[in-house]
């Protein structure tokens, strides 16, 4: 059964958000956030620098400081749960800046993906199908790969775990256009099997174009949040910038 | 006029003390007995080497486990000066500040090469370098060492308790000299750069600060004074000696833990380790080698639970500091420090 | 001449295998968790100290002995990462300093009070004594030649293992960037001590080819140390190989300084380390 033959609104949540408030020492990065994810959708998170965007996500796999709030993902509570837990239950985070591991080969940066993560239909086959360049590339060391390159290996390494929740932060920072455009060409296509994707962006239009919902981000508190058919890109502005 | 804060009491009647244990060191051979006397000596010498090593780590981020090299230099520059080339007792003293000081600079300038734990052990191998060629130099007693000659040793009183009191003064001496001359140079631009440094690093390099000018000035200050400490354990232990003079475990192992207990990047921290060591070696020194032992264990329980020492640990309910090095910025107003 | 000299080499290259020995673990623990371990010395030695007990208790010989004890050598080790040094990873030096000191001294004087001052040596055997003819210029003795192929081939499995293994490359990650292995759901606490139980297991194995060949006593830890340290240093860090170049030089030096007299032969080893950093800081084969 296809997820998205059920429509967003009335299948339950695969991710489920209240009132989270992320803290490190005595800062507060969010505010009382709601949010939710269902399986088979893309949701698109917009919001400034500083807005609060990469707590959000860090929070969601357990490496921030603080943080309290509810956060139910297939009826499991995260907050109660360590990162390697999360991950092995099916919620995979492409870190901001890539964060490959620089010495190890494209292979190993992708099978320490598939040895954290649960067993499921995407597979190596599968990777490299949707990122054909990682196949002719895998024994080279990560290093030398450029920069939309090695977006794909973090992408492909967090696919590798089945994810049923993809979690993405700024996945489109420092790349040039037409990389960006292969990026978010693949991105509906993982949507289409079936996983939930998060995108985090401070460039609307992408992330706008493939999202099916979207929140705005302002100074830690959604300020905003809807279909993008459904709102005006003036409106969308205003509250991305505080008007 | 306002009244005090029981904090700014309390810091009162601590300064008050230590005032008053001040001017009953001065008055000590009146006072105390010669066994009381030695025991003092030992006290200033090892807390003259507490506030050098606490100066460079806790200030110049050098963290040194070679310090003992220059207390060994100056044991046997002493020795050299005074017995080799028959230089005046009172003069050799000086003549081995003076060496410990040269000698210091090559020193540095190997060590300086190295970064961070390299450093560190890096101090180690130069301090055993030292020693080495100690033990190998002709006329000073090779690897068993030699005893001070007579004449040298009555040079500094004719009687032992006379020689007890000059020696028991000249620790004295070293050890508010080298507390006014740390003090003097935390106050100064220098010590400003330096408590930038021990705050953070980066931000005082960034903030326009000479790290590596005053790294260099840092290393070279503490070494005449190690040197001088070197003199006065010879003077204490009549001897020289490869083992000896140049101790890891005396001048630098038993020094860091002292610094690290008392509280580490404060003037405060050597007095109180100082004490604590003397406190806990003196109810010890029956368990053999559970002493080190039991040092070790607490030194590491203090570094992972308080960092900053015993001195910390007052520092967190109280933040007056009893001696003052903080800088005001305008007029004084009262005496809390902005630091935290 | 020329023959003293090329046997002075030959010697001292064999010496190095030792060395290389007692150094792979510190390589180890200063390449992944980035800190110097002043206990590392200390640590070969209370191996030794144990491998002597329990050969002695079981009537074993010594190599036997070593053996059976890697096990739990790993386990000793895994441990050690996991209550004590974890808490001072990623620190700053003092803290790794002060600490590893204070375990250093705790085990210098535990051994003490258990042992005695007294030095001991284990018996290896024939192995000990035998001898291979060179060429007929040199003699070498088995047994160092025997030392120095167990070094070459401990670092060709660890190379191999670091660099092939799945959990090789996950220690590496580590290394490259706790923080993102974190996020992506490795656990650097269990990788961390993981990598410090193979360093037990590689204390081990120098534990028992030091005690074989020569005397130990409680106290000398710290020349260990300062010999596996100069060894990693010059070598290189993060250069598995480089250790055993380093190892191999400083045997040399020493052996060279040993003709003069036993103060030479440490001063030798020191001046050439000495000599190396200051030309080259970062070490002769250093990865950066």
């Not at chain 1, 956060?71 to 492409?94: C, E, K, W, Y």
């Not at chain 1, 024994?139 to 790969?145: F, N, T």
């Not at chain 2, 001048?251 to 003397?278: A, D, H, K, N, Y």
């Amino acid at each position: 059964m296809s997820a998205r033959s059920v429509s967003a609104e009335t299948a339950a949540p695969l991710l489920s958000v209240e009132k989270l408030s992320v803290y490190y020492d005595q800062f507060r990065a969010t505010h009382d956030i709601d949010l939710c994810v269902s399986a088979g959708e893309i949701v698109s998170i917009i919001g400034a620098n500083g807005a609060g965007k990469s707590s959000f996500l860090k929070a969601l796999v357990r490496q921030v400081d603080r943080s309290s709030g509810v956060l139910r993902f297939a009826g499991m509570d995260l907050a109660a749960m360590s990162t390697p837990q999360i991950v092995a239950a099916g919620v995979a985070l492409v870190p901001e800046g890539r964060r490959l591991f620089p010495s190890l080969t494209v292979f190993e940066n992708l099978r320490i993906g598939w040895e954290l993560g649960r067993r499921g239909p995407i597979d190596y086959k599968k990777v490299y199908e949707w990122f054909p360049v990682l196949s002719e590339r895998a024994d080279q060391p990560a290093r030398v790969l450029s920069g939309g390159q090695q977006q794909m290996v973090a992408l492909g390494r967090a696919l590798l775990t089945n994810p049923r929740l993809l979690l993405c932060d700024e996945i489109s920072l420092g790349l040039a256009p037409v990389v960006i455009g292969q990026l978010y060409e693949i991105i509906p296509k993982i949507r289409d099997s079936g996983i939930g994707i998060v995108v985090v962006e401070q460039d609307i239009g992408r992330s706008l174009a493939v999202a099916d919902r979207f929140y705005c981000f302002l100074e830690g508190r959604v300020s905003l949040s809807g279909r993008p058919g459904d709102v005006d890109r003036d409106v969308i502005m205003q509250h991305y910038f505080g008007l | 006029m306002r009244s005090m804060s029981p904090a700014e009491i309390l810091a009162l009647v601590l300064r008050a003390a230590l005032m008053l244990a001040a001017m009953a060191c001065v008055a000590g051979p009146w006072l105390f007995s010669l066994n009381d006397l030695s025991l003092l000596t030992e006290f200033f010498t090892l807390l003259t080497l507490a506030l050098m090593w606490n100066l460079l780590a806790g200030y110049a981020d050098i963290i040194s486990v070679g310090q003992h090299a220059f207390v060994g230099i100056g044991a046997y520059a002493f020795y050299g000066l005074t017995v080799l080339a028959k230089v005046d007792p009172w003069m050799a003293i000086a003549g081995a500040m003076a060496i410990t000081f040269l000698l210091a600079i090559p020193a540095m300038a190997v060590i300086f090469r190295l970064r961070m734990a390299y450093l560190a052990v890096g101090t180690w191998v130069v301090a055993e370098v030292f020693l080495l060629v100690a033990g190998k130099l002709p006329g000073f007693g090779g690897g068993s060492g030699v005893s001070l000659p007579i004449p040298i040793v009555k040079a500094f009183g004719g009687s032992l308790s006379g020689r007890t009191q000059t020696i028991y003064f000249m620790s004295l001496v070293l050890a508010v000299a080298a507390f006014l001359a740390t003090w003097a140079l935390l106050r100064s631009r220098i010590g400003l750069g330096l408590t930038a440094m021990r705050d953070n690093e980066e931000a005082a390099g960034s903030a326009g600060v000479n790290l590596r000018r005053v790294r260099i000035l840092s290393f070279l200050w503490t070494a005449p004074f190690l040197g001088l400490a070197g003199v006065l354990v010879t003077l204490q232990k009549l001897r020289i000696a490869p083992a000896a003079s140049f101790s890891i475990m005396d001048w630098t192992i038993f020094i860091i833990f002292i610094v690290v207990i008392g509280g580490i990047g404060s003037l405060e921290g050597p007095i109180i380790g100082t004490i604590v060591f003397f406190l806990l070696r003196e109810n010890l020194s029956g368990y053999g080698a559970w002493y080190p032992i039991i040092l070790g264990a607490v030194s590491i329980a203090v570094i992972l639970t308080e960092p900053r020492g015993l001195w910390g640990l007052w520092r967190r309910f109280n933040t007056l500091e009893v001696i003052p090095v903080s800088h005001r910025i305008g007029a004084p107003v009262d005496d809390k420090t902005i630091e935290p | 001449m020329l023959v003293t000299i090329l046997n002075l080499v030959v010697q001292g290259v064999l010496t190095g295998g030792l060395y290389a020995l007692f150094a792979i673990g510190l390589s180890i623990s200063f390449g992944v968790m980035r800190f110097i371990n002043i206990a590392h010395g200390d640590l070969i030695v209370l191996a030794s100290f144990l491998l002597m007990t329990f050969a002695n208790a079981f009537g074993l010989n010594p190599f036997v002995a070593a053996v059976m004890m890697l096990p739990a050598a790993f386990i000793f080790g895994y441990g050690l990462q996991r209550v004590l040094l974890q808490r001072i990873v990623g620190k700053n030096v003092l803290p790794v300093i002060l600490v590893t000191f204070g375990l250093a001294i705790i085990i210098q004087n535990g051994l003490l009070e258990i042992y005695g001052p007294d030095t001991r040596k284990l018996s290896g055997g024939a192995i000990e004594v035998a001898s291979i003819n060179l060429g007929g210029l040199i003699d070498i003795g088995v047994y160092p030649l025997a030392i120095f192929l167990t070094a070459v081939a401990t670092l060709a499995f660890l190379d191999f293992f670091f660099h092939r293994s799945a959990i090789g490359a996950r220690i590496r990650a580590v290394t490259d960037d706790p923080q993102a292995a974190a996020l992506i759901g490795l656990s650097p606490a269990r990788i961390y001590s993981f990598a410090m139980g193979i360093v037990m297991v590689t204390i081990v194995i120098a534990a028992c080819c030091m005690s074989v060949w020569s005397n130990f006593d409680p106290a000398i830890g710290p020349s260990r140390l300062l010999t596996a340290f100069e060894a990693v240093a010059m070598g290189g860090l993060g250069s598995l190989w480089g250790t055993l170049a380093g190892g191999i030089m400083l045997g040399v030096a020493q052996n060279f300084g040993a003709q003069f007299d036993a103060a030479w032969q440490t001063l030798a080893q020191h001046l050439l380390f000495l000599v190396v950093l200051a030309l080259r800081p970062q070490g002769l084969f250093s990865k950066g």
